[in-house]
């Protein structure tokens, strides 16, 4: 059987994922009274809860006689470090954009990369039935994407498709005919994308995705480079730099058939399969026959921008909500994520109580910070702090970031301004339509940390940020922070709603009335710039008297929720964000209040 394999790229929330589950239904693959989720390529929870795709996966479809593998790709850059690897597994493209959005900043980094590797793209514009569609302005500004990213004139001479992936229909025509269904895109897949080049000699493999399965241990999926493998046959695992890992045997070959994996007895060059039996072998390594002396070259991965601080939860509820709280168990954790997921990088402290984790973005910290309290996980995390590196002439250089902002007019100033005050650079402003303009900046990374709360609070909801990775260039200087002190807790107890209630002057809270509180826990934002010490514990003092007005019941205002992301941009670098399975607190570094003046004093002398 001939083999077609593809990566399906789009930005964030274009219709990549529903589009998949149209493929995998109208080619037969589900049985017709078989039950089957919606978007059933999100397998796990936090994609379905956030829409987004996290984990590259691979699924294959039948077509006329022909197999063709398809790998869903993360469409955000911070999870870009699975991009990479996947590109290399491909010989196609199918490039899903929004008939009304047209290309955006995470499409253009996977783009990027798909073009660089020499990919033939199939552009296909979905959701053409929306009222605001514009799909011949969104043609051409594909067209001058791929023209920016040096794409060949082949590439450039892609075909197009029209369509829309929740009606299950794609044509070259945008009215349709629709009742083809999605037969026009797989015909064209198999027609414009060339069959896997093969190379000579015995079985080759680099391995590109790395999961843990509970029975057959770890599992490697990747594309079969050269010559073929069978259950049992002996192999060897070489690193990058072409050093003996380890020698085993291979225990189950895996093909992806729909969304099932089913043993097959043997798989040939070109096939995308996954391997099982080997317990060293991981992500970018070459699986061989032993009589391979040379390892594969495997994708360069881009360099880590953002780092924190993951600290063994020190605070006096460590233990009352999660029942993994120790240093060992963070640890082997955090190495695990790391064997898996080439794009962060770990490295502990001296003092081995905390782990300083390295990755793309803010958002891939949250979502495993978010994954290891589901797991129950207790942990302490610092402020997300930027990677500086410094050139041949000792000069200090940031990452910067293209910011593109889509957002109503009326609010287009605000946005302006508060960019300028982050050290952000315009390049560009246009009308998009629909009274509202595309604003896009170059601004450094730390300048960006928590601007996405402030930004939807200015512009009522209505702004759209995407950031993409730019380059590295000279430090821009300071930028300024919090303007606002916050509201500490003063002794350990319960958070009484009548001491709530007389603080509301001093500044909103982040906390509900019978909280658990502790000294040197964070309770509210203070309506000045400095921290204050208060008393949350005061209840009313009771007597035999009655009081001249009613005696109501407290109304409170309602605290601000502090979510996960919310809460590491907004702390400062002296404060920290305890994860429980259960809660999320914000405390001061130092609990005692003693200690943190002598750090502050410390910390004073030192900038002096």
Avoid at 41 to 54: A, V, Y
Avoid at 108 to 130: M, Q
Avoid at 377 to 396: C, W
């Amino acid at each position: 059987m001939s083999i077609r394999n593809i990566a399906i790229i789009a930005h964030v929330d274009h219709g990549k994922t529903t589009l998949v589950d149209e493929l995998l239904k109208q080619s037969g693959s589900f049985r017709e009274n078989q039950r089957v989720a919606e978007r059933v390529m999100d397998s796990n929870d936090l994609e379905k809860e956030r829409g987004i795709t996290i984990l590259a996966k691979a699924t294959s479809v039948e077509w006329k006689g022909t197999r063709i593998n398809i790998v869903d790709t993360p469409g955000h850059a911070d999870f870009g470090g699975e991009v990479e690897r996947i590109l290399s597994m491909v010989d196609g493209a199918i490039v899903l954009v929004d008939a009304s959005e047209g290309p955006m900043p995470q499409t253009k980094f996977v783009v990027g990369k798909a073009l660089k590797v020499g990919l033939k793209p199939i552009v296909a514009i979905n959701k053409i039935d929306r009222p605001d569609g514009r799909h011949e302005e969104v043609i051409n500004e594909v067209f001058d994407l791929f023209a920016a990213l040096d794409a060949s004139d082949e590439q450039l001479d892609f075909p197009i498709l029209y369509g829309s992936g929740r009606d299950g229909w794609m044509n070259v025509n945008p009215e349709g005919p629709k009742d083809q269904g999605m037969g026009p895109l797989l015909d064209l897949v198999l027609n414009h994308v060339p069959e896997p080049t093969v190379a000579e000699g015995p079985f080759r493999m680099i391995g590109t995705i790395l999961e843990a399965n509970p029975f057959l241990g770890r599992i490697i999926t990747g594309r079969v480079h050269s010559g073929s493998v069978k259950p049992n046959q002996a192999v060897k695992v070489l690193g990058q730099d072409g050093k003996l890992l380890e020698s085993g045997r291979i225990s189950k070959i895996l093909a992806f058939r729909g969304i099932e994996r089913q043993p097959i007895e043997e798989a040939h060059a070109g096939d995308i399969v996954a391997i099982a039996g080997l317990t060293k072998g991981t992500v970018a390594d070459t699986f061989c026959d032993p009589s391979v002396a040379e390892a594969l070259t495997a994708q360069p991965i881009d360099p880590p921008t953002v780092t924190m601080s993951f600290i063994v939860n020190d605070s006096p509820l460590a233990g009352t909500e999660g029942d993994k709280v120790t240093s060992r168990v963070i640890r082997d954790r955090l190495f695990k994520e790391a064997e898996g997921n080439v794009a962060l990088k770990i490295e502990e402290s001296s003092e081995k109580d905390s782990f300083f984790v390295s990755g793309r973005g803010e958002l891939q910290l949250a979502v495993l910070i978010e994954t290891m309290r589901r797991e129950g996980f207790e942990l302490a995390v610092s402020r997300p702090r930027v990677v500086m590196h410094k050139d041949e002439s000792g000069q200090l250089l940031e990452p910067i970031e293209e910011v593109v902002i889509d957002v109503d007019e009326e609010h287009s100033g605000v946005v302006v301004q508060k960019m300028s005050e982050r050290k952000a650079e315009m390049v560009e402003l246009r009308p998009s339509g629909g009274n509202r303009v595309r604003l896009v900046f170059f601004a450094p990374t730390r300048g960006l940390i928590g601007y996405q709360s402030e930004l939807l609070t200015d512009t009522r909801g209505t702004a759209i940020m995407n950031r993409l990775f730019h380059d590295y260039q000279p430090y821009k200087g300071e930028i300024g922070g919090r303007i606002n002190g916050v509201l500490l807790a003063n002794e350990p107890g319960e958070a009484v709603a009548y001491a709530l209630f007389n603080l509301e002057d001093r500044g909103p809270m982040v906390i509900e009335p019978g909280e658990k509180v502790y000294e040197g826990m964070i309770i509210g934002i203070h309506t000045r710039d400095n921290d204050l010490e208060v008393n949350v514990l005061k209840g009313k003092k009771l007597t035999n008297m009655r009081a001249a007005g009613k005696d109501e019941a407290v109304r409170l205002t309602p605290p601000i929720k502090m979510t996960l992301e919310r809460a590491l941009s907004w702390i400062q670098d002296d404060e920290l964000v305890e994860v429980t399975p259960k809660s999320i607190r914000l405390r001061k570094l130092h609990l005692d209040p003693h200690e943190r003046k002598r750090f502050e004093k410390a910390r004073t002398a030192g900038a002096a």
